[in-house]
């Protein structure tokens, strides 16, 4: 009666997904039937659970790591497609390139979580993917200033970027980093005029890394601004255009890197 109440007990463990080896105990010899014989089955049957739920986390694991390859192709393809849209032209050549890599230390600078700079990284490297569809007119030298109907449809790309990303779910918020990469904090950006609590910190970051390297590029409508001149503005303008921290963070990475003066 002792061996049967133990196999029940064990049994309730094993239906909870509990494994142990002791109902190896109720398979010897001197255990009476029909106890023995139900404890050897409920042996074999854990061992056979064993091997496939091993056997589904080897298949798991491997689906991970396919998973994992696709997501890194599928960037890697973005990416190629920024890259070849900014070659268009020829001022803003490597530009979604620094971009990344200035918000990246942007937000190293902000003591950011790694996944969460990764992220900043994905949406500075893709920011300018709405471009993806513009007319060459977008990208050929003019005199002045962006013309209106220019302007138009450049503030348009933010939300076609984010329309061409929507289903690629792995971007997690770098998606929303190039939706709103062009919002300020004063609500006078684009293309929803969020204002400061409604803009993701890391759209913030690109943001400020974006002017940055587009004031400091030359330019056919502007010579390059010198990175002092460049982050001046930025100051000038931090909590109405930029965001006050990730400037600050931008101007401590600039004087630790040697990029201006003290």
């Not at 106890?35 to 056997?55: D, P």
């Not at 990416?79 to 001022?91: F, G, H, P, Q």
């Not at 943001?207 to 390059?224: G, I, L």
Request: hydrophobic share 40%; glycine share 6%.
């Amino acid at each position: 009666m002792t061996e049967l109440k133990k196999l029940l007990s064990i049994i309730q463990d094993v239906a909870a997904g509990n494994y142990s080896n002791d109902i190896m105990p109720l398979t010897g010899p001197d255990v009476p039937e029909p106890v023995r014989t139900i404890a050897e089955a409920m042996g074999m049957m854990m061992v056979r659970v064993e091997a496939r739920e091993f056997h589904l986390e080897m298949l798991i694991s491997e689906l991970k790591a396919l998973n994992e390859k696709i997501r890194l192709n599928t960037i890697q393809t973005i990416s190629t497609m920024a890259n070849a849209l900014a070659a268009r032209d020829t001022y803003t050549k490597g530009h979604t390139e620094r971009v990344a890599n200035l918000a990246e230390q942007i937000a190293m600078e902000m003591g950011l979580e790694k996944q969460d700079i990764e992220y900043i990284r994905l949406g500075g490297l893709l920011h300018d993917i709405g471009k993806i569809g513009f007319p060459d007119l977008l990208f050929q030298p003019h005199p002045g200033k962006n013309p209106p109907e220019v302007v138009k449809q450049i503030t348009m790309h933010p939300a076609v970027g984010a329309e061409i990303l929507k289903d690629l779910d792995f971007l997690g918020p770098a998606l929303e980093y190039v939706h709103a990469h062009h919002e300020r904090p004063d609500g006078k950006g684009y293309p929803r005029r969020l204002k400061d609590a409604d803009i993701p910190l890391g759209a913030k970051i690109i943001a400020v890394a974006d002017s940055f390297d587009a004031m400091t590029t030359e330019r056919p409508y502007q010579q390059a601004f010198t990175p002092n001149a460049a982050l001046d503005i930025l100051q000038r303008h931090a909590g109405s255009k930029w965001d006050a921290d990730c400037v600050e963070c931008l101007r401590r990475h600039l004087q630790r890197s040697g990029a201006i003066e003290g």
